[in-house]
């Protein structure tokens, strides 16, 4: 393309001329940039960017980083809600929590068992939940499952654990005793 600028144009009306003709050679189609799944890998950061992605690790492997991506308008359409929270969980772990929220008032009917998820007496467990989990997670997966919470859950709620200690680590070679792994409650 030739450059259409007045001799009396700045270096930075040049650069930006530049810039434009050199985009206007790549040959993707807007469609494919703005879809998670056709999306090039390389640019999966920028669309994470644009679509307002809260929580990105550029170390989740490539399913993950698209499964993110496309749960984002999901998740901030509702944010600050239980479906979000778990959405946003399940996007990033592949599996979906059960949240349990109002940590202050177990039910006399029988559908609260003691189980140590409430706290008797304290008005402000209102405000509580716990986090728990289907399947083991390594610690690092804790860390940015934290790091979605403070950004999908709402702010007057306080996460009060994350439990996965009813899940058992098996023996079978996937959990190693390297400190990657817990014995099931994150706080």
Do not use: F
């Not at 993110?68 to 509702?78: D, L, P, W």
């Not at 990033?92 to 706290?119: F, S, W």
């Amino acid at each position: 393309m030739a450059n259409l600028l007045p001799p009396a144009s700045s270096p930075l009306e040049h650069a930006i001329a530049n810039t434009c003709a050199v985009m206007a050679d790549v040959d993707v189609s807007i469609a494919t940039l703005w879809d998670p799944a056709k999306c090039p890998a390389p640019l999966l950061p920028w669309l994470a960017w644009a679509l307002s992605v809260d929580t990105w690790d550029s170390n989740w492997p490539e399913p993950t980083k698209r499964q993110v991506i496309a749960a984002s308008v999901e998740i901030h359409r509702r944010k600050g809600t239980v479906a979000s929270v778990k959405r946003a969980i399940e996007a990033a772990l592949g599996q979906t929590p059960q949240i349990v929220e109002g940590l202050h008032r177990p039910r006399r009917d029988g559908t609260c068992t003691r189980n140590g998820h409430y706290y008797r007496g304290w008005s402000a467990a209102w405000a509580l939940y716990r986090v728990i989990l289907t399947r083991p997670v390594r610690n690092d997966q804790a860390d940015a499952v934290r790091a979605i919470l403070d950004e999908t859950a709402p702010a007057r709620s306080h996460l009060a654990s994350m439990d996965y200690s009813k899940v058992a680590i098996l023996r079978d070679g996937q959990a190693c005793r390297d400190g990657a792994y817990n014995r099931g409650i994150y706080t």
